[in-house]
């Protein structure tokens, strides 16, 4: 690749990574704002759950479609389009006074939203070589964070100032422009590439190239943990974090946005150091199930010591964004499994899983709080944010020892095949 077209792929991943920063607020904002959700809507968790959760049920159901459309009409149409949506479910949630005309526009987020990060690694894919994926994918989540970034103390702060709809509208207009900023930028692949000459399929061969998908050896291990492990940490991070230093620990809705900022830096930072570990250890499958584990022993801290003190639950919600970080290995490892003529279909699958988890999971998570009779002042109390993070925690050990079961890929392992090629 010449220095021309590799600075001219890292213009379209920064322009993929910029407008990521809008899936990451809206799929965010309720672990700042939930708490006024309730009080406004006059819903209780399980409602908010289930509106919360409604965002990755539109996400994960739009990722085998644009795994299609990816693979017949390219990243840049594909995500072009399915912004409109987004822009559009953004709009209505942000002027909806009902809590069904909420999860409408929540659920209409999620769907448009949901073709950003696939199509950002596809993206990645077809412009750089396998060595240089885990690093600019651990880019494209990093700068995207800044959504989550806004999402704490700013979206407290602006919520004080002009309202959660204020904020929002703001936010609509950022994802309009950075639609046009995808058209005009973004290019399938570099001069040359086999995609840019591909006979297109017939509908019954990408049927076909979908089943070859599902029963790619070895999958279903990864799958389970693809499931399990970001529906876990961003329940908290994206969820319940915020409510729980709330109602448990007497934070402010500014304090509790500052320790939620604090995850998030650390997830971003956690983000760029996990990234280029896969090529220094030459292993991914390792990393991942490292990672897995300490946010299993942090969650499991959080339910085992009763009435902790308000420092170990702040360390322990911003040293699991920092861990969380590794889920991207997860992915990285997945992607391995799949030809360059199954990309779209296959990494859709996958974010699929990942997504399915976490509208499951946060929609599991009301219900687990639901279940505890609330405290004389409405507040739920620790023993219900106790036995949510246990659950939690069993969860992804579960989850680890089946993805165990799968064999590594290594770096190592993926240059010898390109060069052999």
Known sequence: MTPALRRQGLLIVATLATAYVA???????NVTIGLDLMR????????????????????????????????????????SALLMLAVLGATI????????????????????????????MIVITRWFPPDWFSTLAGMVLSIGLIGNLIATT????????IGWRGVFGIMVVFSAVALVAIWLVVRDAPPGHPFLERKTE????????????????????????????????????????????????????????????AAVIAYQVGMMGFSPLDRVFDTRKRIAIAGTLVIAAILAALALVE?????????????????????????THGRGLFPDRLIGRG???????????????????????????????????????????????????????????????????????????
């Open 347 to 421: 990494m859709a699958t996958m974010n699929t899983c990942v997504m399915l988890g976490v509208a499951c999971m946060q929609t599991l998570s009301g219900v687990i709080l639901g279940a505890f009779t609330p405290l004389a002042d409405g507040t739920r109390g620790e023993l219900a944010y106790r036995s949510l993070f246990g659950f939690m925690a069993v969860v992804l050990i579960v989850a680890v020892s089946v993805y165990s079961r799968a064999p590594d890929i290594r770096p190592s392992d993926e240059l010898k095949a390109r060069a052999a090629r």
């Open 154 to 161: 700013p979206l407290a702060w602006g919520t004080e100032q």
């Open 202 to 261: 017939t509908a019954g061969e990408m049927m076909r190239g979908l089943v070859e998908v599902v029963r790619t050896p070895n999958l279903s291990f990864i799958l389970v943990l693809n499931f399990c492990n970001y529906a876990c940490s961003f329940t908290v991070q994206g969820l319940w974090g915020g409510p729980f230093l709330r109602e448990v620990h007497g934070l402010s809705i500014i304090e509790s946005g500052n320790v939620l900022l």
């Open 307 to 331: 009435r902790p003190p308000v420092w170990l639950a702040v360390g322990a919600i911003i040293g699991m964004g920092f861990v969380s970080a590794s889920s991207t290995m997860v992915m």
């Open 40 to 79: 406004d809507l006059q819903i209780g968790p399980e409602a908010l759950g289930a509106l919360t959760g409604a965002f990755f049920f539109g996400f994960s159901a739009m990722q085998i479609p644009a795994g299609f459309l990816f693979d017949r009409y390219g990243p840049r149409r594909t995500i």
């Open 23 to 29: 899936s990451h607020f809206f799929r965010a904002a």
């Open 93 to 120: 949630f942000t002027l909806a006074q009902s809590w069904p005309v909420l999860l409408t526009g929540r659920t209409l987020m999620g769907a448009g939203f949901g073709c950003m990060l696939i199509g950002s």
